[in-house]
């Protein structure tokens, strides 16, 4: 080492054009207007700071749904197994800490003001101080990237360290979109020049081409670990990522955030692959990751925290559409401040069927207003078939409606004049807070919930499960833990 200590972490600067707060009760307030746009809405955190071998780490702060805002930070680290640690310093009273979801890879302390975090591998964290979910930080330790495409590449768009103005970008077959680190791609609301591509939608507000987008086209990528910013655009303006009928697609790194509409969306697409992307949304319609009407997908090491839905697989064409199969999400971090956490969900018309939820952790689940909201769902409002789920090795650690929930439901989103079949779904190895249901409710003796599985479902604090059903239900297995009577 000849005297010098080695390096252990690597980050990006902040770019320059993103400020710190200026008004942080206002700043707070944005994430209740599930509407509004703020261009300033990508700031340097007054809430925390973080610290790598005495050199600052940028940390971002955020608006969200509750609770807000959320700061986040990311850094590489070097060296694995060696301890390397990270100072977090939280800007009031620091009386109690939660770190979440635990992991060998991370042991902390608390030293006076301070959060110690020794770190032995990758890994992602979220901080919560004092017994409440206000401002909490969300750590991304990252192994050193690999794999970055030449600079010079004809079909790659690269985006270096720094803030960038973009209306829109179009890739094509065999093009990569690569985002540095530092780097900001920020979203700037349409001209007079472009014509919407929907006049008025459903919420009566113009829609136009979205932001970052393919269609018909094979080899597609999304790299690197920048930054992508829609809080600017108007509500439902554009979406974030929308792929059409595109097969081998790739989105590996990038934090999304401010969505508009739907974040990552993918509609009848092949061989799909999102991995080690982070979601931090607040508007309405402000969706995770869509996979609809999608085979071959799988969704892993993802950390999303949105207006809607987190991660919902759906079948929104009618047959002879494919409706959705072979989809695998796991090892993903869910923040659910709105609507549902995972699952299968709402306009579903075709058949779905082999998709695997696992080893996936939900921090919060929040949402209270409707009864088909939940952490783990399997809910629909068309004529779909849904079979052969499972959903294994997940924590819910906090919930406020259900834990599960398998609906069969209509309302003002269903097209079909039916309602729809849910079969053959296992639960396996889940724990729930306490005091939270599973719900299973058929819609009526000819669309029912059946063939349910619940294996190793605990309750904290309970020696039996809470079921909610109704009489629409049949074949309901429980075992590993005992059903209420």
């Not at 901080?127 to 409440?132: A, D, I, K």
């Not at 990751?289 to 993802?302: K, M, W, Y």
Request: proline share 4%; hydrophobic share 40%.
């Amino acid at each position: 080492m000849n005297g010098k200590q080695d390096v252990l972490f690597r980050f990006a600067a902040a770019p320059k054009g993103v400020e710190t707060v200026r008004e942080p009760l206002s700043f707070m307030r944005r994430g209740a207007d599930a509407h509004g746009a703020y261009p300033d809405s990508l700031a340097i955190s007054q809430n925390w700071s973080v610290a790598a071998q005495g050199s600052d780490v940028p940390v971002y702060a955020v608006p969200v749904t509750r609770c807000g805002p959320h700061s986040f930070c990311r850094v590489e680290l070097l060296a694995e197994g060696c301890a390397a640690a990270l100072r977090l310093k939280f800007s009031g009273m620091l009386h109690e800490v939660r770190i979440t979801p635990q992991t060998d890879a991370l042991q902390w302390r608390k030293e006076g003001g301070d959060i110690i975090c020794k770190l032995a591998a990758p890994c992602t964290f979220t901080v919560e101080v004092n017994g409440r979910m206000y401002t909490p930080l969300t750590v991304f330790v990252e192994a050193s990237e690999q794999n970055i495409p030449r600079r010079e590449d004809p079909n790659v768009l690269w985006f270096g360290p720094g803030l960038h103005r973009v209306s829109s970008l179009e890739l094509h077959t065999g093009q990569t979109l690569y985002l540095a680190s530092g780097a900001v791609l920020k979203a700037v609301q349409p001209g007079k020049e472009e014509a919407p591509t929907v006049a008025g939608d459903w919420a009566g507000v113009p829609n136009y081409k979205d932001f970052i987008r393919a269609q018909d086209s094979e080899d597609i990528k999304v790299l690197g670990r920048g930054i992508v910013d829609l809080s600017e655009l108007e509500w439902h303006a554009r979406r974030t990522l929308c792929f059409t009928r595109c097969r081998r697609v790739t989105v590996d790194g990038p934090v999304l955030l401010g969505a508009a509409h739907w974040t990552a969306a993918f509609f009848g697409c092949e061989d799909v692959t999102v991995k080690n992307l982070a979601i931090f949304g607040y508007r309405e319609n402000s969706d995770g990751i869509d996979l609809v009407n999608c085979i071959r997908a799988q969704v892993s090491r993802c950390y999303i925290r949105t207006g809607d839905d987190a991660v919902c697989i759906k079948a929104m064409e009618p047959p002879p559409a494919v409706g959705g199969r072979d989809i695998l999400v796991e090892h993903c971090t869910v923040w659910n401040d709105k609507v549902r956490a995972l699952g299968i969900a709402g306009e579903s018309r075709g058949e779905i069927y082999n998709i695997i939820f696992r080893r996936c952790t939900v921090l919060h689940s929040l949402a209270d207003w409707a009864a088909e909201v939940g952490a783990l769902c399997v809910v629909l409002c068309d004529a779909g078939t849904v079979h052969d789920i499972v959903f294994e090795q997940i924590d819910v650690l906090d919930e406020r409606a259900n834990g599960i929930n398998c609906m069969l439901f209509r309302d003002r989103w269903s097209t079909d004049t039916q309602a729809g079949h849910i079969r053959a779904v296992c639960f396996r190895d889940i724990t729930l807070p306490k005091n939270v249901p599973v719900r299973l409710w058929g819609y009526d003796a000819a669309h029912r919930v059946e063939d349910i599985l619940l294996q190793n479902v605990h309750m904290e604090e309970a020696e039996a499960l809470w079921l909610d059903s109704n009489v629409y239900t049949s074949e309901i297995q429980v075992r590993g833990t005992r059903q209420n009577e």
